[in-house]
T-cell receptor, first 110, second 113 residues
Framework: KAGVTQTPRYLIKTRGQQVTLSCSPI?????VSWYQQTPGQGLQFLFE???????NKGNFPGRFSGRQFSNSRSEMNVSTLELGDSALYLC?????????FGPGTRLLVL | QQQVKQSPQSLIVQKGGISIINCAYE??????FPWYQQFPGKGPALLIA?????SEKKEGRFTISFNKSAKQFSLHIMDSQPGDSATYFC????????????FGSGTKLNVKP
């Protein structure tokens, strides 16, 4: 089976812009989670979707949002980008309790 | 409040030696404890995981030791190899909490040849 794919892999944006990141889970996986990884804060949970419904949410401002489509593909959106949003954004798909991570999208906000 | 605390931040081990990474957790309701390995430019990959009903789990050279009363768990890498050089993360979750994992801060392991 193909692994979790994330697009784009790298992105450069300026403050105030918005960005949309995409994640395609492993075939058959209906749960998709998003994490932000930074050197200072480590891996922090953003939200989790299952069958197009957000089931869980981390402690991030409302500028961070997501959605999941009927084919389980997921997108996350960050509006009004801030310098501190520069990070590696990881998507993970799950079947049961095991999470499989994608390679991430590295976002740089200038 | 940091739910999972991991130490050390970095670790240097000679080839063939034992690497030990420790984690402590706060929430006694956590019931699933995985360890992840991450290489530069890659996402974390599940290495091994344990539930609190067992005190130890071994898979090849990797062993998790779990101490429920102390709320601690550790990863032991036996016969460490240069290819094991990576960042290791411990994590904890509640099964009913829908894949919300709390991660430790990571340990960068360097195995010297």
């Amino acid at each position: 089976k193909a692994g979790v794919t994330q697009t784009p892999r790298y992105l450069i944006k300026t403050r105030g812009q918005q960005v949309t990141l995409s994640c395609s889970p492993i075939s058959g996986h209906r749960s998709v989670s998003w994490y932000q990884q930074t050197p200072g804060q480590g891996l922090q949970f953003l939200f989790e979707y299952f069958s197009e419904t957000q089931r869980n949410k981390g402690n991030f401002p409302g500028r961070f949002s997501g959605r999941q489509f009927s084919n389980s593909r997921s997108e996350m959106n960050v509006s009004t980008l801030e310098l501190g949003d520069s990070a590696l954004y990881l998507c993970a798909s799950s079947y049961g309790e095991t999470q499989y991570f994608g390679p991430g999208t590295r976002l740089l906000v200038l | 409040q940091q739910q999972v605390k991991q130490s050390p931040q970095s670790l240097i081990v000679q080839k063939g030696g034992i690497s030990i990474i420790n984690c402590a957790y706060e929430n006694t309701a956590f019931d699933y404890f995985p360890w992840y390995q991450q290489f530069p430019g890659k996402g974390p990959a599940l290495l091994i995981a344990i539930r609190p009903d067992v005190s130890e789990k071994k898979e090849g050279r990797f062993t998790i030791s779990f101490n429920k009363s102390a709320k601690q768990f550790s990863l032991h890498i036996m016969d460490s190899q240069p290819g094991d050089s990576a960042t290791y993360f411990c994590a904890a979750s509640l099964t009913y909490n829908f894949n919300k994992f709390y991660f430790g801060s990571g340990t960068k392991l360097n195995v010297k040849p």
